[in-house]
């Protein structure tokens, strides 16, 4: 997930154009596109929310053919032979039938997928990417998640645009506390 340091995800208006930064920080590291393309070939399934999928339509589907589970309980299209729509019990979808199936399963995008995925156990590791601003509202990426989660920082990096991505495995073994 991209946010902004104040924690939203998107403006009101639903739009991200601030996640391009122009901030130049010396000591941060270039992401290539090399290092984009090995990291996007390391997915082998991708699980969304339905208006992430229909952003992502919009915006020329930076998806490719690598399978993509939607969930809905809206009627939704696609032309898309790797697309399939889902709806019901996320714990059968992820534990029967992806994970024996794809060892990189990735939620991208949509702040109520994440945090159900997060309240369910379902999700192994949280990597957020905070921009360098703070947009004051919009569309909050933790606004409430109803557990208390401990985390376990596995990695941080600082890149030359100002972005910062923390990488966090959730601990598995430690009991969420309902809030």
């Known amino acids: 997930m991209v946010s902004s340091l104040d924690g939203f995800i998107s403006k009101a208006d639903g739009d991200i154009s601030w996640m391009q930064s122009g901030d130049n920080y010396k000591n941060g590291v270039e992401l290539t ?12 399934c991708y699980v969304m929310g339905s208006k992430t999928y229909e952003h992502a339509l919009k915006l020329g589907w930076p998806y490719g053919d690598t399978p993509v589970i939607v969930l809905t309980n809206r009627n939704l299209k696609t032309d898309k032979k790797t697309v399939k729509f889902y709806s019901g ?31 369910l156990g379902l999700a192994d590791e949280i990597v957020i990417s905070i921009m360098p601003v703070i947009l004051g509202n919009g569309l909050l990426f933790f606004d409430f998640v109803g557990v208390e989660q401990g985390l376990h920082l596995k990695d941080v990096k600082a890149y ?7 990488t966090y495995e959730i601990e598995k073994n430690a009991v969420s506390k309902k809030t």
């Open 33 to 44: 596109e090399a290092e984009i393309v090995e990291f996007l070939k390391s997915i082998d």
């Open 89 to 119: 019990n996320l714990d059968r979808l992820i534990n029967n039938e992806l994970i024996p199936k794809y060892g990189n399963i990735w939620i991208v995008g949509g702040a109520e997928t994440a945090k159900e995925f997060i309240r």
């Open 160 to 166: 030359k645009d100002g972005m910062v991505e923390l």
